[in-house]
Nanobody, 115 residues
């Protein structure tokens, strides 16, 4: 069982930046995909950003150009750098990793962007 610990959420004004961290209990080399999702009240959970083991990245259109996913293998950590934040980015952000036919989720971290 993989454990994922998320941190870095908080309250920020529109136009500000935050960096979310997702630290895994084992080497992230073993994961085929690493992704960030978010869910706002009353809305479906949506994929925000993802990266594959080959280094291929993808982003939701709503965050493209503002968010960047990255990894630090030595720290077993996946990051989501969020710039130019908007109120509509307010949500609980979740880390997700995939290995073989298993998926693992973090506990979520709250991001609130004020106007």
């Amino acid at each position: 069982q993989v454990q994922l610990v998320e941190s870095g959420g908080g309250l920020v004004q529109a136009g500000g930046s935050l960096r979310l961290s997702c630290q895994a209990s084992e080497s992230i080399f073993s994961f085929e995909t690493m992704t960030w999702y978010r869910q706002a009240p009353g809305k479906q959970r949506e994929l925000v950003a993802g990266v594959t083991s080959s280094g291929s990245e993808n982003y939701a259109d709503s965050v493209k150009g503002r968010f960047t996913i990255s990894t630090n293998n030595a720290k077993n950590t996946v990051y989501l750098q969020m710039n130019s934040l908007k109120p509509e980015d307010t949500a609980v952000y979740y880390c997700n990793v995939h290995r073989f036919f298993y998926e693992y989720w973090g506990q979520g971290t709250q991001v609130t962007v004020s106007s």
